[in-house]
């Protein structure tokens, strides 16, 4: 009685599928000695001939094409069980919902997520970034997890969560190369009557920077205002005006956006908040966020509270 060689199957299948020894040596990153070979021996242990020569070229005998089906099906059911398995280790990986304010700074962003992909239980990280009540609402009805946002959840909101504060630092400010030659004053005066990128009125630093700027006799020219920090930055780069961005990352933010630091605005607090519905931070991809917060980002005199 005949045994069916499922390689030797493979083989036969695959010369089937492209029409010559040649080119399926070719695919299967074999010699075609070794596929002959292979199919002398399958045609043996069936008892038929599967192939017949027709000039170069391979065409199926009867048997063959009875053969052929049998073996498309054979192995799209393989096809469709490896599939199947890929699916079921992919649906191990628990969904993460984060969302992003718009006024967060997208480096900031990143270097707050990046650990909570590293842990040895893998995430599948969903990003949605917006402004921060559509971003509550979301939070409210648990399509999200958390949220990382510059200010703390307004007390007049009925949603229940907690504030976590994960660090805060002054702000530096930046110029391109062009922008700063061709001003020749030292740092703050040469903010005066120079043109000047503003955070937008949703992002949380923009009344106390507009407060420092009188404050300082400052009258800048604002040429835009911008509630995407990423976008504001690219404008900068492009020596649009001066901008500012977070000390703590502006190294990240000289090197990516090719600008250099004109000089630093202590006075001018920006926090982050770590926005959830839990008092306790216990879940692990959480804590990873917060523990970096604390010491890589906003270093060790970052203050890390909850604030209900």
Known sequence: MSTLNYKHLRYYWMVAKTGSIARAAEQMHLTPHAISGQLKEFEQNLGVELFQKQGRNLELTDAGRRILSHADAIFSTGDDLLASLHQTSSAKKRSFRVGISDAVSKSIAYRLLEPALALPDPLRLICREGRLAMLLAELA????????????????????????????????????????????????????????????????????????????????????????????????????????????????????YQVRVVGQIDSVIEQIYLISTARRITDPAVIAISETAKRAIFGAGSKSKEIE
């Open 141 to 256: 009805i648990h399509k999200l997890d958390m949220i990382i946002a510059d200010r703390p959840m307004p007390p007049s909101l009925s949603v229940r969560g907690y504030n976590h504060l994960l660090g805060e630092c002054g702000l530096s400010v930046f110029g391109a190369a062009a922008l700063i030659k061709k001003n020749k004053l030292a740092f703050p005066a040469m903010l005066d009557q120079a043109p000047f990128l503003l955070p937008g009125e949703d992002v949380a630093i923009q009344a106390k920077l507009l407060h420092w700027l009188e404050l300082n006799n400052l009258r800048p020219n604002i040429v835009g205002e911008f509630d995407d920090g990423a976008l504001m930055k690219a404008f900068g780069q492009a020596a649009a005006g001066f901008f500012v961005g977070p000390s703590a990352m502006q190294d990240d933010i000289c090197a990516q």
